[in-house]
C-alpha cells in the first residue's frame, strides 16, 4: 500500500495529554491522548466502500493488500501516523455528563488527498483509550456492521455524514449483555474505519468551558476555524468570524434536521457528544428508519421513559444542544451573535423544512395555507398507521386530476385502519389534488412524479434489512451487507431488481429485537 500524505494539525496544533499510559482517567489541560489500537487476532475484511477508498487516493489493489487490513483493523498503523483519542464531554438526555471522549475510537491521522482533501481516518472499536470509563473500547460486529451501512446509506441519500471506509473483523470475541439483562454472551467483535473533514463534536468545546479552561476553549475555536471553515477565516475581525461561524454550524444543524425528517432517519442518541461542529450525522448507534408514520418512535430503548429522541422532537432537540453550544461560547463571543445564531437556526429550519415538505408533497412551491393541508396530512397518515416511504412513492404516481386512495392502500400495515381512515383520508387527498392542480404549472405537474422522488426514497435502510444482513453475518454470510451495499447507492432510482429490498416492514418485524428497538449495547 502506497504511503498516504498526512497532514495531522489536530496533535500537531492542539496540545496532548503528557501522560502516556493507556488507564481511564480524568484528562485535564489535553485534547488529545496518545494511543495504540489493540492488535486483533484474525482480522478479515467484510466489506469497505470503494468510492471512499478512491477518494482516499486508494486503489483496488491498495484495498486487496494484506496491508489495507493490517492497518484498519489497527494491527499495524503506517509510519507517520501517531495513533490518538481525543477529549471531550456532553450532555446526555438532557444532564451534564462531564468528559466523556472517545472510549473506543482512535484516530490514525489525517490524510490529504489528491485533490487538497482533509479526511480524518478513525477506527471504531480498536481498544480501550484514557476515555473508556467502565467500557472496554471494542464494538460488537452487529453494530459496526450498521454503523457501515448506515453512514453510507445516508452518504448516497446526499445526507450529510461521517463516511465508513472498511468493516473488518477482529477475530476476538466481545462480550455484551445485549437485551440489559444479566445475561451476558461472547459475540463477534469489528472494527469501522470512519472517515470524515472533522470528528470535533459539541462536546469538544462543552467540556473546556465547564470546566473554565478558557485559553483551550479560545485555541479550540481558533483551531476549529481555521482548519474546518478555511471558507470564514478571511473575515475580519476575529469577532465577525466567529460570528459567522456560528451562524453556519446553526444553518448546518437545521438543514440536518430537516434532512432527517425527510428520509424518517431516527439518530436515537441525540447527546451533545454525538453532534458533529461541520453538521454532519455522526455516531451510528440505535439509530433507526420510520416505517409506519408516528413522531413518537424512538428506536432507543433506553430512550423509552421520555422519549427524548423520538422521530418527531430531533429539530427541537437539536435547537437544544445548540443553545447548550452556545452557553460554552458564552465566554468567547458576544450574546448578541449567539442568540443571532439560534435564530439563524429557526430561521433555516423554517425555510428549509417548508421546501423540503412542499417537495415531499409534489408541490412546486411552498404556500402558507399548506401548513394546515400537510399537518392533517401527517396526523392521518400516523393515526391510520401508514408506511411513509412507500406512502410517498405511491402518491407521487398517482395521475394529476386522479389522486383517489384505492392506489395507496397496500402503504398501510393495518387494513382496518385503512376503511376506517378511508373517507378522512379521501378528503384530505382531494384537497391535496387540488392545490396540486391549481397551484403548480402545467410543467411541473407533467413531471410532477420526477420531482417527488428525487426527494422521497425508494431504498431506506429498514431496521428488519440491518437485521436480516447481522443474522446472516453472524453465520459467516456476508452477501447480505454486500448487496444492501449494492441498493442503498441508488436510494430514489425505481430500479426493478432490487425490488426485494422494497417493500413494507414484515409482520415477524414488528417486535422483534434489532428491528423495532435497539439497546444502546453495542
Ligand atoms: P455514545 O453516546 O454511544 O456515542 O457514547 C457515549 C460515550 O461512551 C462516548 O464517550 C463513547 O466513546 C463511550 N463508549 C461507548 N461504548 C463504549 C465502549 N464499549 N467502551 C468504551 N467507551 C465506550
Ligand atoms: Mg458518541
Not at 129 to 137: C, E, K, L, N, V
Not at 360 to 374: M, N, V
Not at 459 to 473: G, K
Request: net charge negative; charged share 20%.
Amino acid at each position: 500500500m502506497k504511503p498516504f500524505n498526512l497532514d495531522n494539525q489536530f496533535i500537531q496544533e492542539l496540545p496532548g495529554d503528557p501522560e502516556k499510559s493507556n488507564h481511564p482517567r480524568s484528562v485535564q489541560g489535553a485534547f488529545w491522548s496518545s494511543v495504540l489500537p489493540r492488535k486483533a487476532s484474525a482480522p478479515k475484511l467484510i466489506a469497505h466502500a470503494a468510492d471512499m477508498a478512491a477518494r482516499l487516493d486508494l486503489s483496488p489493489q491498495d484495498v486487496d493488500d494484506d496491508a489495507f487490513v493490517q492497518l484498519f483493523s489497527g494491527n499495524r498503523p503506517l509510519s507517520g501516523m501517531h495513533p490518538y483519542a481525543t477529549c471531550y464531554g456532553g450532555h446526555q438526555f438532557g444532564h451534564w455528563a462531564g468528559q466523556l471522549g472517545d472510549g473506543r475510537a482512535i484516530f490514525l491521522g489525517e490524510v490529504v488527498n489528491k485533490a487538497g482533501e482533509r479526511w480524518e481516518l478513525q477506527l471504531k472499536g480498536a481498544g480501550l483509550t484514557p476515555y473508556s470509563r467502565g467500557g472496554d473500547g471494542l464494538a460488537v460486529l452487529r453494530s459496526s456492521l450498521r454503523e457501515f451501512l448506515c453512514s453510507e446509506a445516508m452518504h448516497h441519500l446526499g445526507i450529510p455524514t461521517t463516511r465508513a471506509l472498511s468493516l473488518i473483523a477482529t477475530g476476538d470475541t466481545v462480550i455484551r449483555d445485549m437485551f440489559y439483562d444479566g445475561n451476558p454472551q461472547p459475540e463477534a467483535g469489528a472494527v469501522v474505519c470512519r472517515v470524515a473533514p472533522s470528528f470535533i463534536r459539541f462536546g469538544h468545546f462543552e467540556l473546556f468551558s465547564k470546566r473554565g479552561e478558557l485559553p483551550l476553549l479560545e485555541q479550540l475555536l481558533t483551531f476549529t476555524l481555521s482548519r474546518d471553515f478555511p471558507e470564514l477565516s478571511s473575515s475580519t475581525p476575529l469577532n465577525e468570524q466567529r460570528r459567522q461561524w456560528f451562524r453556519t454550524v446553526c444553518e448546518r444543524t437545521a438543514t440536518l434536521m430537516v434532512e432527517w425528517m425527510r428520509v424518517g432517519f431516527v439518530h436515537g442518541v441525540m447527546n451533545t457528544d454525538n453532534l458533529s461542529i461541520l453538521g454532519l450525522t455522526i455516531d451510528y448507534g440505535p439509530y433507526g428508519w420510520i416505517d409506519n408514520l408516528d413522531p413518537t418512535w424512538t428506536p432507543n430503548t433506553t430512550d423509552l421513559p421520555g422519549r427524548r429522541y423520538s422521530y418527531g422532537r430531533q429539530p427541537e432537540v437539536a435547537r437544544w444542544n445548540l443553545e447548550r453550544l452556545a452557553d460554552a461560547l458564552t465566554p468567547l463571543m458576544d450574546q448578541a451573535d449567539l442568540s443571532e445564531g439560534l435564530k439563524c437556526f429557526d430561521q433555516a429550519y423554517f425555510h428549509h423544512m417548508t421546501t423540503m415538505l412542499a417537495g415531499k408533497f409534489g408541490l412546486q412551491s411552498w404556500q402558507e395555507s399548506d401548513g394546515a393541508l400537510i399537518e392533517t396530512g401527517f396526523s392521518l397518515m400516523h393515526e391510520a398507521e401508514v408506511d411513509m416511504t412507500d406512502f410517498f412513492r405511491r402518491l407521487a404516481d398517482l395521475p394529476t386530476g386522479g389522486f383517489t386512495l384505492e392506489p395507496l392502500r397496500h402503504a398501510f400495515y393495518d387494513q382496518g385502519l385503512y376503511q376506517h381512515h378511508h373517507s378522512a383520508l379521501s378528503h384530505w387527498l382531494s384537497q391535496l389534488s387540488q392545490r396540486v392542480q391549481t397551484g403548480n404549472t402545467a410543467s411541473f405537474n407533467a413531471n410532477r412524479s420526477q420531482h417527488m422522488n428525487q426527494i422521497n426514497p425508494r431504498f431506506i435502510l429498514r431496521n428488519y434489512l440491518a437485521q436480516q444482513a447481522i443474522e446472516a453475518a453472524e453465520k459467516g454470510d456476508y452477501q447480505p451487507i454486500h448487496d444492501l451495499q449494492e441498493v442503498m447507492k441508488t436510494p430514489y432510482e425505481e430500479n426493478p431488481a432490487h425490488s426485494q429490498w422494497y417493500g413494507l416492514r414484515p409482520d415477524w418485524a414488528k417486535k422483534k429485537a434489532g428491528c423495532s428497538m435497539l439497546s444502546c449495547s453495542s
